[in-house]
């Protein structure tokens, strides 16, 4: 089945360590998203990407950095320059690049990878 | 002024009740326009999306008001499984999606 495929689930990193968060697509979308969700908050975009080997910062990439080698691809790395960095993170790809009315838009989801640093 | 506004809530509600949540955002050049629904640690999922002509699917319906920039969400008869924070997008597609937020509702049998 197409879908967003997040890893991993669960990571714990002790502080000054990066770690890098996988997330692969299968739907052949060409825009993918990383968002940050802190508890009780709502989704703050990190890094967007609308095509192969570009990417553009969200509202909050201090202290991240993403790669965009391959369509189905999308990693994020969270640095050691990250001074929050425990929270819940999502990755979103959504389909076509242009045409408004080719498709809808949508974000689709991976389940999500939960960061908690010690 | 963030861009994209919702009442946090809670929303609590009895079952069979009907309950509406508003959005506003800022951005005039947003196109599309997406309710989402979490639940409880779990990731967003598209409940559906908002068109200019307004929408219905089952007893849900959403419209959007450009004029006035903002969305809504109507619940008709709420079930006990409706209980999530309901998330208000909008964006220019390619570019950049906002979300709003998030409105709780707890339905209370």
């Known amino acids: 089945d197409g879908g967003i495929t997040q890893s991993p689930k669960y990571l714990f990193r002790k502080e000054g360590q990066n770690v890098t968060l996988s997330c692969e697509q299968n739907?052949?979308?060409?825009?993918m998203y990383w968002y940050r969700q802190d508890p009780g908050q709502g989704l703050r975009l990190i890094y967007y990407s609308q095509i192969v080997n570009d990417f553009q910062k969200g509202d909050i990439a201090e202290g991240y950095s993403v790669s965009r080698e391959k369509k189905e691809s999308f990693p994020l790395t969270v640095t050691s320059a990250q001074k929050n960095p425990t929270a819940f993170y999502l990755c979103?790809?959504?389909?076509?690049?242009?045409?408004?009315?080719?498709?809808?838009?949508?974000?689709?989801f991976g389940e999500g990878s939960r960061l908690t640093v010690l | 002024r963030k861009e994209v506004e919702q009442d946090p809530g809670p929303f609590n509600v009895p079952e069979g009740a009907t309950v509406a949540f508003n959005c506003t955002y800022s951005?005039?050049?947003?196109?599309?326009f997406f309710w989402y629904r979490q639940d409880c640690r779990k990731e967003p999922k598209l409940l559906m999306s908002v068109y200019s002509s307004g929408n219905e699917d089952g007893r849900f319906t959403a419209q959007l008001n450009r004029a006035s920039q903002y969305i809504s969400l109507l619940i008709r008869d709420s079930k006990l499984s409706d209980s999530a924070t309901y998330l208000c997008?909008?964006?220019?597609?390619?570019?950049?999606?906002?979300f709003g937020p998030g409105t709780r509702l707890s339905v209370l049998p």
């Open positions: 951005n005039s050049a947003s196109q599309s």
């Open positions: 997008v909008g964006g220019v597609y390619g570019q950049n999606f906002v």
């Open positions: 979103a790809s959504s389909g076509g690049r242009t045409g408004f009315g080719a498709n809808t838009g949508e974000l689709f």
């Open positions: 739907l052949n979308h060409d825009a």
